[in-house]
T-cell receptor
Framework: DAGVTQSPTHLIKTRGQQVTLRCSPK?????VSWYQQALGQGPQFIFQ???????QRGNFPDRFSGHQFPNYSSELNVNALLLGDSALYLC?????????????FGPGTRLTVL | GNSVTQMEGPVTLSEEAFLTINCTYT??????LFWYVQYPGEGLQLLLK?????DKGSNKGFEATYRKETTSFHLEKGSVQVSDSAVYFC???????????????FGKGTKLTVNP
C-alpha cells in the first residue's frame, strides 16, 4: 500500500518564476491538504482540496493556488516566487469516509528560491 | 483561533533518561490532539493521537494524555533511545464545517537529541 507520494523531491527556482508541486494521496484517501514548513518552524496550513474543490484556505496570498484531479491527486502552484517561499512543502491526505481527523504526510518537496 | 504552544528546544538527554515535552493548546470546541515526529530530511509521521478528554494515546513507548482541564497534551517516554532523536510536533485538529478533516495547527516543534 503506497503512502503519500510527492514530486519532485527537490527544486531550485529563481525569484519571479513559477513552480508546480505534485502529490498523490494514500490509497483510499480523497482529501489533500498542503502545508508549508519553513526551516526550524512547524508546518503552516496552505489549503485543502476535496471533490476537486478548495474547502479551506490558510493565510497565504493568491500567488498560491491548487488543483485536485478526479483521481484525488493534487497540485500546488506558486507564482511570482519570492525568496521567502523557500521551504519544505508537505502534502497530507485523509479520508472523509473514515470520520476522523488523521492526516498522513508525504516526504515533502524542498523548494529553494534564489 | 486555535493555537498550540509547545516547549522550546532543543532538548538533549542521555540514553535511558525520562522524556517530557510540554504542549498546551487553545481551541474552540473539542479538538483532536496529535504528536508528530520528523526525522532528519523526512516528512512527518504520526506518533500518537487522542480524540477526546482523558484519552491516552500511546505508541513505541511514548504516551500523552488529553487533559481538557489544563488544555494540555504532554508527551512522555520513560526511557529514550538514540533512535528517538528527531523533532517532535504537537498539533490539534477540529472537525471541519464541511464534514471532512479540519486543518492541523502545529506547534513550533521541539528538537530532541539523545546521546549514547
Amino acid at each position: 500500500d503506497a503512502g503519500v507520494t510527492q514530486s519532485p523531491t527537490h527544486l531550485i527556482k529563481t525569484r519571479g518564476q513559477q513552480v508546480t508541486l505534485r502529490c498523490s494521496p494514500k490509497s483510499g484517501h480523497d482529501t489533500v491538504s498542503w502545508y508549508q514548513q519553513a526551516l526550524g518552524q512547524g508546518p503552516q496550513f496552505i489549503f485543502q482540496y476535496y471533490e476537486e474543490e478548495e474547502r479551506q484556505r490558510g493565510n497565504f496570498p493568491d500567488r498560491f493556488s491548487g488543483h485536485q484531479f478526479p483521481n484525488y491527486s493534487s497540485e500546488l502552484n506558486v507564482n511570482a516566487l519570492l525568496l521567502g517561499d523557500s521551504a519544505l512543502y508537505l502534502c497530507a491526505s485523509s479520508s472523509v469516509g473514515l470520520g476522523n481527523n488523521e492526516q498522513f504526510f508525504g516526504p515533502g518537496t524542498r523548494l529553494t528560491v534564489l | 483561533g486555535n493555537s498550540v504552544t509547545q516547549m522550546e528546544g532543543p532538548v538533549t538527554l542521555s540514553e535511558e533518561a525520562f522524556l517530557t515535552i510540554n504542549c498546551t493548546y487553545t481551541a474552540t470546541g473539542y479538538p483532536s490532539l496529535f504528536w508528530y515526529v520528523q526525522y532528519p530530511g523526512e516528512g512527518l509521521q504520526l506518533l500518537l493521537k487522542a480524540t477526546k478528554a482523558d484519552d491516552k494515546g500511546s505508541n513505541k513507548g511514548f504516551e500523552a494524555t488529553y487533559r481538557k482541564e489544563t488544555t494540555s497534551f504532554h508527551l512522555e517516554k520513560g526511557s529514550v533511545q538514540v533512535s528517538d532523536s528527531a523533532v517532535y510536533f504537537c498539533a490539534l485538529s477540529a472537525g471541519a464545517f464541511w464534514g471532512g478533516s479540519e486543518k492541523l495547527v502545529f506547534g513550533k516543534g521541539t528538537k530532541l537529541t539523545v546521546n549514547p
